[in-house]
T-cell receptor, first 114, second 113 residues
């Protein structure tokens, strides 16, 4: 079965550069979530979209922005990267907002900022 | 104080052992509760939802005490493949905020032969 696809899987950037992560949800899933997981940390909710509209916002820095497109894929744009942005970024999707708590996570995009 | 707190672990148990994890949450408005499992450097995956009446799925039993804001997970007859980090997760109901999951820091379980 198709899962959540994230790209790139690994990304290395310098400080103050920009990065874009992409997420392709499971087919027919209409809700996308972004989570950030630092080393040894639990996943922190960043932002979510339902039917292409922002549905909830968490601890997403102002330097980051995201959107969901007409085909339901989502992109997380990160600018003025800082060392502390190095983390594993998970995208998850669900059918309907919340999916009754069952979110399907992608394998993550590992960002390293040097 | 974190919104969801778990036993830090790590738990090291032999195969066949029974092990229990505890979790407390601070937001009394939390409506939904889950246990997720995360293998090393992998994505979290839903293990089971937690219902008010308690629920069981094979070797796994989850309990919820709303009055004490406490959630537990019991694993019986541990298998080597149960080795993972177990994440206690809560969600607040209400419109589209249903999907904002708040994770605990996770409890590491290692099952050894």
């Amino acid at each position: 079965a198709a899962g959540v696809i994230q790209s790139p899987r690994h990304l290395i950037k310098e400080k103050r550069e920009t990065a874009t992560l992409k997420c392709y949800p499971i087919p027919r899933h209409d809700t996308v979530y972004w989570y950030q997981q630092g080393p040894g940390q639990d996943p922190q909710f960043l932002i979510s979209f339902y039917e292409k509209m922002q549905s909830d916002k968490g601890s997403i820095p102002d330097r980051f922005s995201a959107q969901q497109f007409s085909d339901y894929h989502s992109e997380l744009n990160m600018s003025s990267l800082e060392l502390g942005d190095s983390a594993l970024y998970f995208c998850a999707s669900s059918l309907g907002p919340g999916g009754h708590g069952e979110l399907f996570f992608g394998e993550g995009s590992r960002l390293t900022v040097l | 104080r974190k919104e969801v707190e778990q036993d830090p672990g790590p738990f090291n148990v032999p195969e066949g052992a029974t092990v229990a994890f505890n979790c407390t949450y601070s937001n009394s408005a939390s409506q939904s509760f889950f246990w997720y499992r995360q293998d090393c450097r992998k994505e979290p995956k839903l293990l089971m939802s937690v219902y008010s009446s308690g629920n069981e799925d094979g070797r796994f039993t989850a309990q919820l005490n709303r009055a004490s804001q406490y959630i537990s997970l019991l694993i019986r007859d541990s298998k080597l493949s149960d080795s993972a980090t177990y994440l206690c997760v809560v969600s607040n109901a209400g419109g589209t905020s249903y999907g904002k999951l708040t994770f605990g820091q996770g409890t590491i379980l290692t099952v050894h032969p």
